[in-house]
């Protein structure tokens, strides 16, 4: 696939196709952590993610594939065998066209544009610090698209863990997705199931189900990344109004 991690598309033995990052991506090993508690965080807060799965990988069948490689640099070395990230294709990719980008005009076609407001709120709270992505696709005899919000590995800054906010990261490259919004109440739903969501227990659950290899076993790093999501929660609405006050205006009609 395209893209920074050098993720490769894969068929799983669930007759699923999953889009699978691996631990020796050239970006960092740690942004498996991010996708998978990141995107199992954004199911559970009610957003459109892909069904996310941790996928296990035979040495074998890197043996046996001349394309599970990592290209780094000028050297290329086998993909790493072993627990992987993947993350579902929506449907068969013969079958199933997924676009990276829509025109504006096709964006009104959009049957749930509405959750990127849900996806700022989001991305201001785990400090998503790339640009909004997201994927776009027709289900069967569906004339309207579905967006679904992926690549959450530089949540939480990357490999960093240290959230250094800025007004302008997490937005999406298009305005015309916020139209939407018209005020805070546009993010309020969201950032009051968040509050809830770090309450409740489920950041613990989330982690426990993350592999250990990716993170090297440094419980004390993954205990205070999910501490400081706790503690951001209440400047959720300021972190909102200083992107909306920002030079750029991403709400075009939150007058
Ligand atoms: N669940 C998915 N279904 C279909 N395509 C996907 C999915 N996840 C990622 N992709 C495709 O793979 C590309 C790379 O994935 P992404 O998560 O953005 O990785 P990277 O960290 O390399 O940018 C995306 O641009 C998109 O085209
Ligand atoms: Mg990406």
Known sequence: MRGGAQSHLMRCNDGEYYV???????????????????????????????PVRVVEVRQEL?????ELVMQVGNAREPCSAGRQF??????????????DFLPDEQLDDVENL???AG???????????????????????SARYQAWMIDQGFCFNAQNWDFPDAPLRGLYARARVYDGVRGMDAFEPW??????TSEDGTLDQMASAVPLEWYDGDLDALFALLERLVRRVARLPDLILEARNSYRRPFRNWT
């Open 20 to 50: 699978v990052k691996f631990r020796n991506n050239p970006q960092h090993q740690r942004v498996l952590v991010n996708e998978l508690l990141g995107t199992k965080l954004a199911e559970h807060l009610g957003l459109p993610v892909p």
């Open 62 to 66: 890197i043996e046996n594939t001349a």
């Open 114 to 116: 509405g959750a990127f």
């Open 119 to 141: 996806m700022y709120a989001f991305d201001k709270w785990t400090c998503n610090t790339n640009g909004r992505q997201a994927i776009f696709f027709r289900g069967p005899g």
């Open 86 to 99: 993947g993350s579902r294709y929506p449907g068969k990719p013969a079958e199933t066209a997924v676009h």
């Open 191 to 196: 950032t009051a199931r968040m509050k809830r």
